[in-house]
């Protein structure tokens, strides 16, 4: 468009076009970094995802060829002008985009039942399926997974509440993986997408994200925030997780109740760690980089796409400070809804959940879309 505003197919955003020049700080960032993180993932970004009005899949393929055989390594911010250029995401009056943040946390467990762990996280049932745009009507209104039967009948999937009550406890060839301290510590790994779970005998079991069962996400902490037990900045994770276990898990007791409300249920893979402590992979299949690596709604961006975020966040410590890095679209989440959404991956334990469980903030989002490099443009 002459404006120079990209239109896009989900009207709830638009790309407004900008230079390398308005990305603040982008050349003082370690775009190195950010390079070694593009090469992991790109070749695939639209491998079952959303068109992006205005992508150029034969430009992100040039360029994901000469991240891989080492082209960019000696000026990388020139690599990303050649191959690239910003737009600003748009989505609502103001233009700012909310970021939070995510990390996999540790948490106890035991591959065997016992009074101390008696909370199953479940593999993937053998008989969920997704369900396309079409099917999602009558009783399936609203779902984005069903149930099919041996018929082929489709249903709806249990909810939470079904679940923990023990739909799932005698269904066939669904698997146990590991069993955890109560739901509040499933909840947690639920809403992370991932979680390394320490046994007894010091190794650990890692869980990583295999699908959900379809329901709707409810986000509970706003859930308090409109109960008034907090304002939205005191609402972290942190805060949310105190007062579910402080009201009771019992059935019929408030916290049980509120976890409840959050029909949506994650359905895990799981492996014994071997070896050297891991990154997660996201959904992208590619492992992640602590603050290299975000999670977006995949409805509307696909996997492998360089994002530079333009935000004031306590990400080193308790104070903020300008966060203006390049990142990388690896992972989803089912709170992240929307263009101009983003979950910071932080990385692994209790130290990167603090400091993860403290960013809500507002900023400028960034995607660059590639485009063919000049013939001639040096390296």
Not at 129 to 156: D, E, F, M, Q, Y
Request: with cysteine; glycine share 10%.
């Amino acid at each position: 468009m002459a404006s120079g505003a990209a239109p896009c197919s989900a009207a709830a955003y638009r790309l407004d076009a900008v230079s390398f020049a308005d990305l603040p700080g982008f050349g003082q960032d370690r775009l190195d970094e950010a390079l070694k993180n593009f090469a992991k993932t790109c070749g695939r970004p639209l491998n079952g995802g959303p068109s992006v009005e205005g992508f150029d899949g034969a430009a992100e393929a040039e360029a994901c060829r000469a991240a891989r055989r080492g082209d960019g390594a000696a000026n990388p911010k020139n690599f990303f002008e050649r191959h690239f250029r910003p737009w600003r995401i748009v989505a609502n009056a103001s233009g700012d985009a909310f970021f939070t943040g995510y990390y996999q946390p540790e948490i106890a467990g035991s591959l065997t039942r016992t009074t101390a762990y008696p909370v199953p996280v479940y593999g993937l049932p053998p008989d969920l399926v997704v369900l396309p745009p079409g099917k999602r009507s009558g009783a399936l209104t609203g779902l984005i997974a069903a149930r099919r039967a041996p018929s082929g009948a489709l249903t709806p999937f249990p909810d939470r509440g079904a679940i923990e009550d023990g739909a799932l406890e005698h269904a066939p060839r669904v698997r146990k993986l590991v069993y955890l301290r109560d739901n509040v510590d499933l909840f947690l790994a639920q809403v992370q997408g991932s979680a390394r779970v320490r046994l007894s005998d010091g190794r650990v079991l890692v869980l990583t994200f295999a699908g959900k069962n379809g329901q709707p996400y409810t986000a509970l902490a706003r859930v308090l925030v409109q109960k008034g037990v907090a304002t939205p900045a005191e609402m972290t994770m942190d805060r949310l997780i105190q007062w579910i276990r402080a009201n009771g898990l019992e059935r019929g007791q408030p916290g049980d109740e509120l976890l409840r409300l959050n029909r949506s249920f994650v359905f895990f893979n799981a492996h014994i760690e071997t070896g050297a402590q891991a990154q997660p992979r996201g959904g992208s299949g590619a492992p992640l980089t602590p603050l290299r690596s975000v999670a977006v709604d995949k409805r509307v961006w696909p996997y492998g796409l360089p994002f530079f975020i333009d935000s004031t966040l306590p990400w080193r410590n308790a104070e903020p400070e300008p966060f203006r890095r390049l990142v990388m679209s690896q992972d989803t989440g089912a709170a992240i809804v929307g263009a101009a959404r983003a979950d910071i991956y932080f990385g692994l334990g209790r130290e990167a959940g603090a400091r993860a469980a403290e960013i809500r903030h507002h900023g400028q989002f960034f995607i660059l879309l590639p485009i063919r490099s000049r013939v001639g443009d040096g390296q």
